[in-house]
């Protein structure tokens, strides 16, 4: 059966958690356009009031850090922090949770996020169990940066916990900007529930990790802080894209300003160059991505565009035939030395998770799909 796509965007349905209103148009445009467009149903100045006053009892609830600003040193992060504590006038806590395949250039960009005036903690994890944590996450899953994405929801919260801050503020609310769940549309409260539903775990918990090599003891720091005590101690978790237009091409203007730096082009599979220069391997995430749902990392970064109106959907259409789904070969040998596996390996796992129902091999033994996009 034919795929459908979104009539106002680029995403298809095979996309998880996306719905479609009777009109053919995806839940993240319909959020969009509540947020951009002529309807502007959000009430910002209301949201806007609610957050300052989450902001007044965080001050009012700590002695020193009163917030905590999860951060990699990527263009919205860099901007978040600047706003936290120039805009609102917070004293924020910066946390990093290190990337397995921090580029140079994301080094550079952190130093850029830090050169705002901020304290900073930059969180390893032992790199034995991180190369193992990452090469279960693509053999399971089919993303080697699981560990990452429960990092950086994990770690934050268990500072927080410890340090008695009262405010952990990520940046995008990703369903509002990406689609997912209408209960969770207009949630503005990261708690246990959204990090295991909705944040990047995939249906793989910490649990499912550990065997000989890996023991609990290992992985504690990414488990979840126990919920009682952070409800007894006031510890929230939220989103600054809840409660403002979240705005990648205005942040990334400004936090140039503080040296941060774009990259010499993008990454394979990507249209923007202001976008995961931190990561060496997200090409092999978004290959996978895109052999599951039949969409990559430029229909992501187009999506937005179309949305804001800045491209047409038919130009947008054209590129990613083009580039939606590539890889660079060069990144593919490296990850695979990283991880200490074979070239064959690699493409036998990568091809475990292709999506027969959309894809199909072309006559050069080349993963195709089953009907052009539309």
Request: include cysteine; hydrophobic fraction near 35%.
């Amino acid at each position: 059966m034919k795929t459908r796509y979104c009539k106002n965007c680029l995403f298809p349905e095979t996309k998880p958690d996306l719905y479609f209103d009777k009109n053919g148009v995806c839940d993240a445009c319909i959020s969009a356009e509540r947020k951009h467009g002529k309807s502007n149903s959000v009430d910002w100045k209301v949201k806007n009031k609610f957050f300052n006053e989450l902001l007044d009892k965080a001050r009012k609830k700590s002695n020193f850090y009163n917030c905590i600003v999860p951060g990699s040193g990527g263009k919205d992060s860099t901007w978040q922090v600047y706003a936290m504590k120039h805009i609102h006038k917070m004293n924020p806590l910066v946390v990093t949770f290190d990337q397995f395949d921090q580029t140079g250039l994301g080094i550079r960009n952190l130093e850029a996020l830090k050169s705002i005036g901020v304290d900073h903690i930059h969180f390893s994890l032992n790199p034995n169990i991180v190369k193992l944590l990452v090469k279960k996450g693509f053999e399971i899953v089919g993303d080697p940066y699981w560990v990452n994405h429960v990092g950086i929801f994990s770690v934050p919260m268990h500072v927080a916990n410890n340090f008695n801050i009262p405010l952990v503020v990520y940046g995008e609310n990703p369903i509002f900007e990406y689609g997912g769940p209408i209960k969770d549309r207009d949630n503005y409260i990261f708690d246990k529930r959204w990090r295991q539903e909705l944040g990047g775990m995939r249906g793989l918990r910490e649990e499912d990790m550990l065997d000989s090599e890996i023991k609990l003891d290992d992985i504690k720091i990414l488990l979840w802080p126990d919920e009682k005590e952070l409800k007894k101690k006031g510890i929230l978790g939220t989103f600054y894209g809840s409660f403002f237009k979240w705005e990648p091409q205005k942040h990334t203007e400004f936090v140039k300003k503080f040296g941060w730096k774009e990259r010499k082009e993008a990454q394979s599979g990507s249209y923007l160059k202001t976008e995961n220069c931190d990561m060496e391997f997200i090409d092999i995430r978004e290959r996978i991505k895109f052999l599951k749902y039949g969409y990559g990392r430029a229909t992501d970064q187009l999506n937005i565009l179309i949305r804001q109106k800045k491209i047409s959907r038919l130009k947008a259409l054209k590129i990613v035939k083009k580039i939606d789904g590539k890889v660079d070969k060069k990144n593919i040998k490296k990850f695979c030395n990283y991880l200490g596996i074979t070239i064959t390996k690699y493409e036998n796992i990568v091809d475990s998770f292709v999506n027969h129902e959309i894809f199909v091999k072309d006559n050069k033994g080349e993963w195709r799909l089953k009907f052009e996009r539309d």
